[in-house]
């Protein structure tokens, strides 16, 4: 499975963002999927996660209530809607396929994408 994120750019703080995850082979739907973040001088962090169906989903705490993560697997696309974005959500945004294990591990996940910078001005 190869992955490749966009939709990254710079946003002023209380603006929306929508990365999307293009994935490419024909299991694509039946991955769940993860998007992580990593800062400057941080490790990479677990943002979000949905189900191979779409049926459940998963937010780290500091997202919940403003991001959004969905799926479309007729395009073979996972998506994460970000909305009131805040200076702190400053990363590289990474799409991950999960593998096993605990959506929140960075370890259960097995294949990556190359990452798409998101900067949040103040």
């Known amino acids: 499975v190869q992955l490749q994120a966009s939709g990254g750019g710079l946003v002023q703080a209380g603006g929306s963002l929508r990365l999307s995850c293009a994935a490419s082979?024909?299991?694509?739907?039946?991955?769940?999927m993860g998007w992580f973040r990593q800062a400057p001088g941080k490790e990479r962090e677990f943002v979000a996660a949905?189900?191979?169906?779409?049926?459940?989903?998963y937010y780290a705490d500091s997202v919940k209530g403003r991001f959004t993560i969905s799926r479309d697997n007729a395009k073979n696309t996972v998506y994460l809607q970000m909305n009131s974005l805040k200076p702190e959500d400053t990363a590289v945004y990474y799409c991950?396929?999960?593998?096993?294990?605990?959506?929140?591990?960075?370890?259960?996940?097995?294949?990556w994408g190359q990452g798409t910078q998101v900067t949040v001005s103040s």
């Open positions: 082979g024909r299991t694509f739907s039946s991955y769940a």
């Open positions: 949905i189900s191979w169906s779409g049926g459940s989903t």
């Open positions: 991950a396929t999960h593998g096993s294990g605990s959506f929140y591990y960075i370890q259960s996940y097995s294949y």
